[in-house]
């Protein structure tokens, strides 16, 4: 499985839950889960799709893609973690 973040350069929003998730991914406890972070600005559609709201989140399971709701920037990584877990 994978972790989807569309993001963009200069979103302090983005940049924090990237590292959030970054910080998961070392724990090891999400073991079979991959992060993959887009940029919005590469892609046209991407671009129009998200350019006042990221960071968004799925998790991509085959070709199926499962929003996650955006947590808060104050969510704590364990926070993070057990709203991951809900959705895994």
């Given at each position: 499985?994978?972790?989807?973040?569309?993001?963009k350069?200069?979103?302090?929003?983005?940049?924090?839950?990237?590292s959030?998730?970054?910080?998961?991914?070392?724990?090891?406890?999400?073991?079979s889960?991959?992060?993959?972070?887009?940029?919005?600005?590469?892609r046209?559609?991407?671009?129009?799709?998200?350019?006042?709201?990221?960071?968004?989140?799925?998790?991509?399971?085959g070709?199926?893609?499962?929003?996650?709701?955006?947590?808060?920037?104050?969510?704590?990584?364990?926070?993070?973690?057990?709203?991951?877990?809900?959705?895994l």
């Amino acid at each position: 499985m994978q972790l989807i973040l569309f993001s963009k350069p200069g979103c302090h929003l983005c940049e924090g839950l990237q590292s959030k998730l970054e910080e998961i991914m070392q724990t090891g406890n999400f073991p079979s889960l991959q992060l993959e972070v887009r940029d919005i600005t590469t892609r046209d559609d991407w671009f129009q799709a998200y350019e006042y709201e990221v960071p968004v989140l799925f998790l991509a399971k085959g070709d199926n893609l499962q929003p996650i709701p955006r947590p808060s920037p104050r969510a704590t990584v364990s926070n993070l973690q057990h709203m991951l877990q809900k959705y895994l």
